[in-house]
């Protein structure tokens, strides 16, 4: 029997390498570990990632630039949930990952949590962020 695999997948629509460059810049350990693009006379526009594999704190996640365009993107159903090891560290994300995005639970004390943040970055992305 084949071991399954199961991973978070993320579908751009022409954003994933400016995506991709942004969460290596903000996570110390955040890397590329495979990327193809797309070729001349390929399904999608030359270039553009067909599929990309990265980690962020572990985590592997797989990523695309959908060569169909559609009326959907991002939910908040779905989001990145991080745990934080200082209050330093949560400003810091919180402060990189909004920028251009959105709160949607402003950093705060919410009872559950010391600090916490709910917020869409400029890409569409649902980030949560966590300082128990």
Known sequence: MT????????MFQGSAAAALDFYCSIFPDAKVNEIERYGPG????????????????????????????????FTP?????????????????????KEGGADMMPIASYGFSTLFAWLTDRFGVSWQLNYA
């Open 42 to 73: 390929e399904a999608g526009p030359e270039g553009s990632i067909k599929r990309a594999r990265f980690s962020i704190c572990g985590q592997s996640v797989l990523c695309t630039d959908s060569v169909l365009k559609h009326a959907f993107s």
């Open 3 to 10: 071991q399954l695999t199961v991973l978070p997948f993320l």
């Open 77 to 97: 159903s779905f989001s990145f949930f991080v745990e934080c090891h200082s209050e330093k560290q949560i400003r810091s994300l919180n402060d990189a990952l």
